[in-house]
């Protein structure tokens, strides 16, 4: 209890981080184009300047208030502000049309606050039992867990399963150059000096994630594919009334939960759940057929359930360090940055760190409620503002992130290259997220296994012996299966 | 994309040959060790992969000539994300030697340019502002060693 106490402490002491988190997310979602995982990276060169609990308070209010944020760009100009929303823009939109731009702002704020309580309740809950349970982990299972994070995030984020996997394996060759982990000698260097520490993540994160979103805006402007808001819209009447809030609440508690489960579901995220919980919520509706013509249940599921997921996907990022989609991919990235490895050692060692967060999450809520209602009217205006301006500014503290960790020009350098190959990469339907976790998870994938093999003095059947195991490879073999399955349903 | 897939395919199954060829340097695998095992896992699969790509290419090649293209991008457009490229790249090059304070400007200066902001006026302000802002916080505050230079 008195940990609570402390966490309630830290947060209220450090709430400008906080408040300056869940603005900066609402901001970059509700730009389209910045999404939270941009909006996290942005944030790189201060993170490293701060202390590690209020780092991580500042990345959460920045992913709550982003997947928040995505809504109101949906609504407003029927562009989704983060790929999460797109399912708001199916009735967000039609509703703006008929002039009820503000009432479906409402709707959104109060279904993304409830969403966003009740996945933080079972993050509270769930995070705890789940360390305990990791904290029996041996090597063999961390390596099966590492194989199923891999399989999975390949087989939900491209295109087709085979770019994907390709994606992945993309990662896991280049977290093969540097040194051997165990040995130390020098591998796939080519005999650069630069390469000898590998490729560091920081400048290939800020590369594949924002830069190549810099090149893909220009092509947009470039090509005239850019919506922009179409005149000055007047956002009125924002607080829907008692009895639209009765009838949207089975709703809105149904797709939080729908939402929260999915979230803990490792790389699935806010796009998946906010379609999934559209569609239940017209099987369930009484009148389905207003769906998709502006009613504010379809305004209500998607936002509950985006909302959703990211406590969900807090949970395995903290307990087993594996990402739950791709915000909280970056997440990882830039909380190995700043020193923190999450894992079940995490809660162990440092439950201040833990009961922070749990209070930060919770805070965020009740901020995006209150700045949701606050700073309705001034949304049409953030939309309003020049690329011209907005894109330069992100490219420059893209580089000054790429610089600040190792103060070296050589890695603004790779995070230009990155950026480009991440640019080529999404415009042929493979997808960055596989690559940061082939990185990312690669050297500990090999790490573990060495040991697993060391101790059992180089007998491979041991990689089979351990029953937990077994359900990881099953779920890696499930999760390949399903995506196949899916992909070949779809051309049939 | 038939093309595409092609290419990609190809690209990543070169890479794999050059990495597979390299690990036969490595050493030997001794009590328990074995540094060839996982490099090797990681190479075989990718290049298993990218094989398929590439016949999936093929198919698709074969299937869908008749279908419609997507329109490619326009001049302008290409121009201009390889101005943006080559850029970055020069600005990687200049910053160490003329500094942050000199370099940065003008890498804003660009951007918006290409992002069509034709206000000049506009595009000097915003350059040199961030820029200063930029500097002040992270080598002031922060104390990051950014490039300096002769000059500044």
Redesign the interface.
Same mark, same amino acid.
């Given at each position: 209890m008195s940990g609570v106490i402390d966490g309630i402490m830290y947060v209220l002491t450090h709430i400008h981080f906080l408040l300056i988190g869940v603005a900066g997310g609402i901001l970059v979602g509700v730009l389209p184009g910045l999404s939270g995982s941009t909006g996290i990276i942005l944030m790189f060169p201060f993170l490293l300047y701060m202390e590690p609990a209020a780092a991580l308070i500042m990345m959460s209010g920045l992913f709550c208030g982003s997947m928040y944020g995505g809504s109101i760009s949906a609504i407003l100009i029927s562009t989704p502000g983060t790929p999460s929303a797109a399912a708001t823009v199916l009735d967000g939109y039609p509703l703006a049309k008929k002039g009820l731009a503000g009432k479906a702002i409402g709707v959104s704020t109060i279904a993304s606050t409830a969403g966003g309580i009740i996945s933080t309740l079972c993050l509270i809950f769930l995070a705890p039992q789940l360390a305990k349970i990791a904290l029996k982990f041996g090597p063999v299972e961390y390596f099966s867990l590492m194989v199923f994070g891999l399989t999975i995030m390949a087989s939900v984020s491209a295109s087709s399963l085979v770019k994907g996997l390709l994606s992945g394996f993309f990662g896991l060759l280049i977290s093969l150059v540097g040194l051997n982990p165990t040995l130390g000698t020098e591998r796939f260097t080519f005999g650069i000096t630069s390469f000898l520490s590998g490729f560091p993540m920081v400048p290939v994160l800020v590369g594949l994630f924002a830069i190549s979103e810099v090149f893909g805006q220009l092509e947009l402007l470039s090509e005239k594919k850019l919506s922009r808001i179409p005149h000055t819209e007047k956002i009125t009447n924002v607080m829907p009334t008692w009895k639209e809030l009765k009838e949207l609440s089975p709703v809105i508690l149904g797709s939080s939960i729908l939402g929260t489960i999915i979230g803990i579901i490792p790389a699935t995220g806010g796009a998946i759940a906010s379609f999934m919980a559209y569609n239940e919520a017209r099987r369930f509706s009484k009148h389905p057929e207003n769906f998709g013509t502006g009613t504010l249940a379809g305004v209500a599921a998607p936002e509950s359930a985006n909302n959703g997921t990211t406590g969900g996907a807090m949970v395995p990022l903290l307990t087993l360090g594996i990402p739950g989609d791709v915000v909280t991919s970056v997440m990882l990235g830039a909380l190995i940055m700043i020193g923190v490895q999450p894992g079940p050692l995490l809660f162990s060692q440092h439950p201040d760190i833990i009961n922070s967060l749990f209070v930060g999450f919770m805070a965020a809520q009740f901020l995006i409620l209150a700045m949701g209602f606050l700073s309705a009217r001034i949304f049409p205006r953030i939309l309003r503002v020049s690329l011209g301006i907005l894109f330069p500014i992100v490219i420059t503290l893209c580089f000054l992130g790429a610089y600040s960790l190792g103060n070296s020009i050589y890695d603004i350098g790779l995070s230009l290259v990155f950026g480009v190959i991440g640019y080529f990469m999404k415009k042929h339907g493979f997808s960055a997220a596989p690559v940061i976790l082939g990185i990312m998870l690669g050297p500990i994938a090999e790490q573990e296994l060495g040991r697993a093999l060391i101790i059992s003095h180089g007998d491979w059947t041991v990689l089979f012996k351990s029953p937990l195991a077994l359900v990881f490879y099953g779920l890696s073999i499930l999760s390949l299966a399903y995506s196949f399955w899916g992909v070949s349903k779809k051309k049939a | /994309?038939g093309k595409?897939d092609i290419i @990609?395919g190809t690209i990543?199954m070169i890479? $794999?040959v050059v990495?597979f060829v390299?690990t036969f340097s490595? +050493?030997q695998?001794s009590?328990?060790?074995? +540094?060839r095992?996982?490099?090797r896992f990681?190479?075989i $699969? *990718?290049f298993i992969?990218?094989m398929?790509?590439i016949v999936?290419g093929f198919l698709k090649l074969k299937k869908d000539r008749t279908e419609e293209k997507k329109p490619p991008? $326009?001049r302008?457009?290409i121009l201009?994300?390889a101005a943006?490229?080559i850029g970055?790249?020069v @600005?990687?090059l200049l910053?160490?030697r003329i500094g942050y304070v000199i370099a *940065?400007p003008l890498?804003?200066?660009l951007? /918006?340019v290409?992002?069509?902001?034709r206000r000049w006026l506009?595009v000097v302000t915003?350059?040199v502002l961030?820029?200063v802002i930029?500097y002040y916080l992270?080598r002031g505050i922060?104390r990051?060693?950014?490039?300096r230079s002769i000059f500044w």
């Open positions: - | /994309m595409i @990609y990543m890479l $794999s990495f390299m490595f +050493p695998e009590s328990g060790i074995h +540094p095992a996982f490099p990681v190479i $699969s *990718t992969l990218s398929i790509l999936q991008l $326009s302008k457009t201009r994300i943006l490229a970055g790249m @600005y990687t910053v160490g *940065t890498l804003i200066a951007t /918006m290409l992002f069509e902001e506009r915003v350059s961030t820029t930029m992270f922060f990051v060693p950014l490039p």
